[in-house]
């Protein structure tokens, strides 16, 4: 199940990690100093905390993460 970040809510991601979907996805888009420029309405933090905290939920549920390459990032991103 291909998620959003919420917003940031932790009562709604409870609700999806509740329902036990066979995969949890949350793209993080970009590296974070290209955050803003990618996701304009969204916050890195909201982002980067929304598996994290999906498996603080519930650490059995499996999760998954994708990326963009080629936005402006630099190696050492």
């Known amino acids: 199940m291909l998620i959003p970040d ?3 809510s932790l009562e709604a991601l409870k609700i999806v990690v509740d329902a036990w979907p066979d995969i949890l996805n949350h793209n993080v888009e970009t590296v974070s100093r ?3 420029v ?7 933090a909201w982002a980067e905390a929304t598996l994290k905290n999906a498996k603080c ?3 059995q549920i499996v999760t998954k993460s994708g990326i963009m390459v080629g936005l ?3 190696i050492d991103e």
């Open 6 to 8: 919420f917003k940031g």
């Open 34 to 36: 290209l955050f803003k």
């Open 38 to 44: 990618v996701q304009p309405q969204d916050r890195y």
């Open 57 to 59: 939920l519930n650490p």
């Open 72 to 74: 402006g990032e630099h």
